[in-house]
């Protein structure tokens, strides 16, 4: 479904009293994956590794310096893989516009793609399937909770019925009792809508629990890949093993 070829993409850094451009910054550098239909594919590193920004190159959300994104086997994204291709952001809250309404919210995608002339009930069974009720319509995103914001773009992102989703650390700002029901929302989305993700995480257990492929990335580089009870199991590279020797035991020892 996805293929990506020596993807880059660089920021140029200014500075001085004329502000010229004194070097680049190389945020992805170089990176090659590709994702299949039904994967879930799970990109992870520290923060400021370049996560983030390769799963915006990804949805055309930036503009590679250089590379080839393949969606479908094209490079063009026609107006129906707009459709196609969606995100769920880090922070709910601010990828929702608080001077709308739900109904607002998610079904605006719909009227732009001709999906529907009035949405209402296209949101109504969106709002079902990511567990709310159709009393949200009318309410807006600062009056719900951090788990049920999440919800409204985890519905906003099925809305239009898409192929591959994007999640960028879909549940690094919930609290930690909120995080496994989003989790297991997004398994049971996956498995109803036949959809795939693109999983962007500095959480590795979380990683563990639902992805079926691992990427390491490191310095804007990919350093490792493979199928994640391998990567789990028996880690080649030292940058892994870190990352790995980091998470925290499940039974501590006193």
Do not use: W
């Amino acid at each position: 479904m996805l293929q990506v070829e020596e993807l880059k993409m660089h920021f140029p850094l200014f500075g001085g009293v004329l502000q010229r451009q004194l070097g680049v910054h190389k945020a992805v550098d170089g990176v090659s994956f590709s994702l299949n239909q039904g994967e879930t594919l799970g990109l992870v590193g520290e923060s400021g590794c370049g996560k983030s920004t390769t799963g915006r190159c990804v949805l055309r959300l930036l503009q590679p310096t250089s590379g080839t994104i393949l969606f479908d086997g094209r490079k063009e994204l026609l107006q129906t893989d707009r459709r196609r291709l969606q995100m769920i952001f880090q922070d709910p809250l601010s990828s929702l516009n608080p001077r709308k309404t739900v109904l607002e919210n998610l079904g605006e995608g719909l009227v732009f793609h001709k999906m529907a002339k009035d949405p209402t009930s296209l949101v109504e069974e969106v709002l079902e399937q990511v567990g709310l009720s159709k009393e949200a319509l009318y309410r807006y995103p600062h009056q719900f909770s951090g788990g049920q914001q999440q919800r409204l773009c985890i519905g906003r992102a099925i809305a239009l019925k898409p192929d591959l989703i994007v999640c960028d650390e879909p549940v690094s700002a919930l609290d930690v009792s909120v995080q496994a029901q989003i989790l297991n929302l997004l398994q049971s989305l996956k498995e109803q809508l036949q959809l795939s993700y693109l999983f962007i995480s500095h959480d590795l257990s979380v990683v563990r629990h639902l992805c079926d492929r691992v990427l390491v990335m490191k310095e804007g580089r990919i350093v490792e890949e493979g199928k994640t009870e391998k990567i789990f199991e028996s880690p080649a590279h030292p940058y892994t093993k870190s990352l790995l020797a980091a998470i925290p035991p499940t039974y501590p020892v006193r």
